[in-house]
């Protein structure tokens, strides 16, 4: 048995409270049974934004007769773009082992952690397997993966993750892509700008379900002019012979009894590459926590209180293990907090307020704060305004579609805003900065000046113009106003 102050499981965000414990001169234990950095370095956010930029530029070189240039791509090196980014990736992940490899605080074990007692694990797997070893705090940070929907047959053919679709070194002639979240609308746009032919079912009435509705159906509606589209359809099945993938879909519907609809015809639809993007479930039910007191929900992430302490004495959790929001920024956002509870002199609530989302496709979207229907649902007053990017000297400029979303309640409190557009992460910065650091009101964007005419005035023009009132009593108003953003 090895004594430790400190142990991480996990080599994402839980790196950084890790690191503040070695600095403090705790002895600290690394177990991670992957490469280094985690699921956004390797195979999430680092990785896809790299490709997905590529994906950026090509479709500006396409777009170039709208501004009267005719320009034609001659070739792509799809395989050495793929293969850059995936040796970047590879270099970082080595190097923050080698960071921990000299360091004489850190030890780094090789293997999957798996809970003995309340702060005991033995690693099993890798080079450290049947090694056991103990700390006075363990950080639970072991992430997330993919979840395999229950689809009949999928467990005998060979479909691809996202993990796997970002080290494809040649773009299928037909994709077919089962989920419609932000991964599915990320990769659907990368690889449909390198030439893939794209199909997409998806469960949710629109793509983007975790976006304010409006935002989703006109992202939805843009998609459904890129490929094919099959929103409201759940895949029930899928084949694979020679090479080629068969995925039935049949007909779903959402709200009460939610499930398959009845005598509604489906869908079949084929392709040469199948990418499962249907969400992501939690890494702990591979920790053994039956041997410790820490609780799960009823989804599989790890329960904590609003400081991140599990329910077992001294032991923390944190990241996508925990499942508050999958967002790397979140992750990190979180360890600060951890950081601050266990070696600061008080303990202070994580706080989600202002935690903004982007999704880095073809068009952009981009949130933070309150979507309308969950304002609607809880009967809450507010108020509304939206502003179009061509409605602005550059987005005009830029020809660009898209609109920026405000809502307030009525004494000008800023409760969400949405964004679908060109720059929609950058964008959505100056509202998450007043929302988090300034009065948390319309006029801290109102009153702030613009450059003129740079692309930010299309968020200032949304928080300038007039808002219509929304809540139950103007709920037929106001989607009577709304109905041009379609």
């Known amino acids: 048995m090895e004594e430790f102050d400190f142990l991480v499981i ?20 690394v177990v991670e049974k992957g490469r280094l ?35 034609t791509v001659e070739d792509v090196d799809f395989a050495g773009i793929v293969r850059e980014v995936t040796e970047e990736v590879h270099d970082d992940s080595e190097s923050i082992r080698r960071g921990l490899s000299s360091s004489p605080q850190h030890s780094l074990f090789d293997g999957e952690a798996r809970f003995v007692d309340e702060r005991t694990v033995e690693i099993s797997g890798g080079e450290d397997d049947g090694v056991r070893l103990r700390a006075e705090t363990v950080l639970v940070a072991a992430g997330s993966r993919p979840a395999i929907p229950d689809i009949d047959g999928i467990e005998a053919v060979d479909y691809m993750t996202s993990t796997d679709a970002l080290q494809l070194e040649t773009p299928p002639d037909h994709l077919v892509i089962v ?24 469960r949710r009435p629109n793509l983007l379900p975790e976006a304010d509705e409006e935002v989703a159906a006109a992202f939805t509606e843009r998609y459904a002019d890129r490929f094919t589209v099959h929103t409201g359809h759940a895949a029930t099945s899928v084949t694979e012979s020679d090479g080629e993938f068969t995925i039935e879909a049949h007909p779903y519907e959402y709200g009460e009894g939610a499930g398959l609809a009845d005598g509604a015809d489906t869908v079949s639809v084929t392709g040469d590459e199948l990418l499962v993007a249907a969400g992501r479930v939690s890494n702990a039910d591979t920790l053994n926590l039956d041997a410790t007191s820490v609780e799960t929900d009823d989804r599989g992430f790890v329960e904590t209180d609003e400081y991140l302490r599990t329910d077992a004495e001294g032991v923390w959790a944190l990241g996508d293990v925990v499942g508050e ?36 496709a073809s068009p952009e979207v981009a949130g933070v704060g309150a979507r309308e229907e969950e304002l609607r649902a809880e009967s ?27 809502l307030v309640d009525l004494e000008g409190q800023i409760l969400g805003c949405h964004i679908i557009g060109p720059d929609a992460s950058t964008l959505i910065q100056e509202v998450v900065v007043a929302m988090k650091s300034g009065s948390g009101t319309v006029t801290d964007v109102r009153e702030s000046v613009h450059i003129h005419p740079a692309l930010p005035e299309v968020v200032q023009r949304a928080f300038s113009g007039q808002f219509t009132r929304g809540g139950a009593e103007h709920h037929e108003h106001h989607d009577h106003h709304h109905h041009h953003h379609d």
């Not at 985690?38 to 396409?62: F, M, Q, W």
């Not at 989600?352 to 989302?357: D, K, L, T």
């Not at 007053?381 to 898209?402: I, L, S």
Request: glycine share 12%; aromatic share 10%.
């Open 10 to 29: 996990g080599t994402g965000s839980g790196l950084d409270v890790a690191n503040v414990a070695a600095e403090q001169g705790q002895s600290v234990a």
């Open 37 to 71: 950095g985690g699921t956004c370095l390797n195979r999430g956010c680092i990785p896809s934004k790299l490709l997905l930029y590529h994906a950026d530029v090509l479709e500006t070189i396409e777009r170039a007769d709208e501004f009267k240039i005719d320009a």
């Open 179 to 202: 989920g419609g979240g932000y991964i599915a609308a990320e990769l659907a746009h990368f690889f449909g700008t390198f030439g893939s032919d794209v199909t997409i079912v998806g």
């Open 325 to 360: 929001y999958l967002l790397k920024h979140n992750a990190n956002h979180e360890a600060q907090t951890v950081v601050w509870n266990i070696f600061g002199d008080d303990l202070q609530p994580v706080d989600y307020s202002a935690m903004p989302f982007a999704v880095f």
């Open 380 to 406: 809450r007053e507010y108020a509304t305004n939206t502003h179009r990017y061509g409605d602005t000297a550059r987005g005009d400029a830029m020809k660009a579609e898209g609109f920026v979303k405000v």
